[in-house]
């Protein structure tokens, strides 16, 4: 098998491009992580914000449906363009919303193109290279995302000390400039879907594929745990005093540790069976978390953020090119659609579950996390008694 190094050299030219109109379009994330802040600046409250925020979470949900069916329908090239011309149109009709259930509903368009792209992106990935580089190719484009992530809400928050607007603005452009690179750039990609075939077809084939169902629950499991780190955890660092400086502060050393040190895993990672190291990364980052209701004080706080961005380090490269090494290749699209779907519901449920549970029940709230960390890595290691045999 290739090195790290050696797979890098050989990721083609496309798959670059790919991952730079990514950066752009991550850095550009300008009006998603300041819409709670902006909505209560017009005087909403934190829970009508909060519901805006459900309701880019519901398009989200859509999005990654559509996103895979179109994927396979028009190409990859085609649907990341439409995700960002649409995303960039809907992000300027959001800052001219007026009245609540104006600006939930544009909250809503713009979660349905903002998030359309992510199937196709990594469905083109998997068309683009060979098996033994997607671990190597999903890895950068994770870094892609991180990195835009790590530089882009500090401008966020420059633009908006000046005018809300310019955050908008700022969104729309970076997502329209993705547009055009994906237009003109980027290759079609496969489209595996024929003119005959009725539209639920590729989904009907996924969801009798037991591994890759075996894996989905797996995948819905940890993210349940993934979204409490922006709801329970929060609640947690204040019961023990800390402020939001603190919690700010761990979130960083989770995108410092993934910035730093993912490629380097990853070399080790792709010479691996693929579904011991998303089981590890999936336990991992469960008992991770759940040790979190046993930690006070900033250290052991700090000793959890390691371990469950470790485990998150671990799968979610390997995640990506076991999709697409399981997934017949006309319905590729709709196999990474159903991916993304699992992390859609996760954003919706986790969060509300979770917060209610801690706060009915915090031990029990913390046992859950553990025993779902440990279910899901049962289930990304299990495999059926009998391979599927596609049409």
């Known amino acids: 098998m290739p090195t790290f190094r050696e797979n890098l050299r050989l990721l083609p030219r496309p798959a670059w491009i790919l991952f730079g109109g990514t950066f752009i379009n991550r850095f ?3 009006v998603m992580p300041f819409l709670v802040i902006y909505m209560t600046r017009l005087g909403y409250t ?37 995700s ?12 001219q919303a007026e009245g609540y259930f104006a600006i939930l509903a544009c909250t809503f368009v713009v979660g349905v193109f903002g998030e359309l792209y992510r199937p196709a992106a990594q469905a083109l990935i998997s068309d683009l290279v060979a098996p033994e580089q997607r671990v190597t190719a999903f890895g950068i484009y994770r870094m892609a995302i991180n990195l835009g992530f790590a530089f882009g809400p500090a401008t966020a928050g420059f633009l908006a000390d000046n005018s809300f607007l310019y955050l908008f603005l700022g969104d729309a ?10 237009l ?3 290759p079609h990609g496969l489209r595996g879907q024929t003119k005959d075939e009725r539209a639920t077809e590729g989904i009907r084939v996924a969801l009798r594929d037991p591994l890759f169902v075996r894996f989905l629950l797996a995948t819905l499991c940890v993210t349940w745990i993934e979204f409490q780190i922006h709801s329970t955890l929060p609640l947690h660092i204040a019961a023990q005093g800390f402020g939001t400086q603190t919690y700010g502060l761990l979130m960083s050393l989770n995108g410092a540790m993934i910035v730093i040190f993912e490629l380097g895993i990853i070399a080790w990672t792709q010479r691996m069976p693929q579904q011991p ?46 999709v697409a090494g399981i997934a017949p290749e006309r319905y590729r699209g709709r196999y990474m659609g159903l991916w993304v779907m699992s992390w859609s519901a996760g954003m919706l449920l986790g969060p509300a579950l979770g917060t209610l549970l801690y706060q009915s029940n915090e031990p029990l709230y913390w046992s859950t996390i553990a025993a779902m960390g440990c279910v899901g890595a049962a289930l990304a290691l299990s495999k059926p008694a009998q391979p599927l045999t596609t049409p």
């Open 28 to 30: 550009g994330t300008f």
């Open 46 to 82: 934190p829970a009508q914000a909060g519901i805006a925020v459900s309701a880019y979470g519901a398009g989200h949900l859509i999005a990654s449906m559509v996103g895979g069916d179109l994927a396979d329908r028009i190409g990859r090239r085609y649907t990341i363009a439409i």
């Open 84 to 95: 960002m011309f649409g995303s960039a149109a809907s992000m300027v009709a959001l800052s």
């Open 173 to 182: 452009v970076t997502s329209f400039a993705y547009g055009i690179v994906a």
């Open 184 to 186: 003109f750039a980027l």
């Open 277 to 322: 190291m998303i089981a590890i990364g999936y336990g991992l980052s469960g008992i991770g978390f759940a040790l979190t209701g046993l930690a006070y004080g900033i250290p052991a706080l700090t000793a959890t953020v390691v371990i469950w961005t470790i485990g998150e380090m671990i799968y979610a490269p390997v995640a990506g090119a076991f």
